[in-house]
């Protein structure tokens, strides 16, 4: 089945480590997003991604790092500069049409990161 | 930027109808969505309307758009316990795929 694949579901960090968050999509869509979600403050976005070997920062990309080296994946790294990492990340994916399709994300299940 | 507001909690006894309702700022708004999350899970769509519309009825889901007002509202009828979950509305501005997401509001059944 097509779908978004995140992992892992759950993890820990020390203080002071990078971390990597995997995203990998079969749906044959071009764009691909990352959110941070903290309580009360709904879903911001981070990075996106319209194309192979392009991206753009979002709203809170500070202390975050991605790469698209192939369509179907966008890993997001968590490095030592964000100051508050813990929080429930997904990823999205959707065709990119311009604004003249119905626009609709599809999400994976999410990654929940801790920060000890 | 443009911005989306909700209400952050609701609270509905089982087998009354739950209203949901979302502000939003953007004028070009084309698309608007509504998402359901359940516990420790990613989003999924529940519906859409598109921004010439008024209304739009799936089963137990209604979406009203008020345009001038800048306001969408969701309602399901006979509110289940599966119905429990938080409830985001997001919407996209006109030549663009970027959606913006409101803060959600959780929904709480009770029986």
């Known amino acids: 089945d097509g779908g978004i694949t995140q992992s892992p579901k759950y993890l820990f960090r020390k203080e002071g480590q990078n971390v990597t968050l995997s995203c990998e999509q079969n749906l044959n869509h071009d764009a691909m997003y990352w959110y941070r979600q903290d309580p009360g403050q709904g879903l911001r976005l981070i990075y996106y991604?319209?194309?192979?070997?392009?991206?753009q920062k979002g709203d809170i990309a500070e202390g975050y790092s991605v790469s698209r080296e192939k369509k179907e994946s966008f890993p997001l790294t968590v490095t030592s500069a964000q100051k508050n990492p813990t929080a429930f990340y997904l990823c999205a994916s959707s065709i990119v049409s311009g604004g003249l399709d119905t626009g609709e994300l599809f999400f994976g299940e999410g990654s929940r990161l801790t920060v000890l | 930027g443009e911005d989306v507001e909700q209400s952050l909690f609701l609270s509905v006894r089982e087998g009354d109808s739950s209203v949901i309702n979302c502000t939003y700022t953007?004028?070009?708004?084309?698309?608007l969505y509504w998402y359901k999350q359940e516990p420790g899970a990613g989003l999924q769509l529940l519906t859409y309307i598109f921004s010439n519309m008024d209304m739009k009825q799936d089963q137990r889901l209604t979406v009203l758009l008020n345009k001038k007002d800048k306001h969408l509202s969701l309602r399901i009828a006979d509110t289940q316990t599966g119905d429990s979950a938080i409830y985001f509305c997001?919407?996209?501005?006109?030549?663009?795929?970027?959606?913006?997401f409101g803060t959600g509001t959780r929904l709480q059944v009770f029986p």
């Open positions: 991604s319209q194309i192979v070997n392009d991206f």
């Open positions: 997001a919407e996209k501005g006109y030549n663009t795929d970027k959606l913006i």
């Open positions: 953007d004028s070009s708004s084309t698309y």
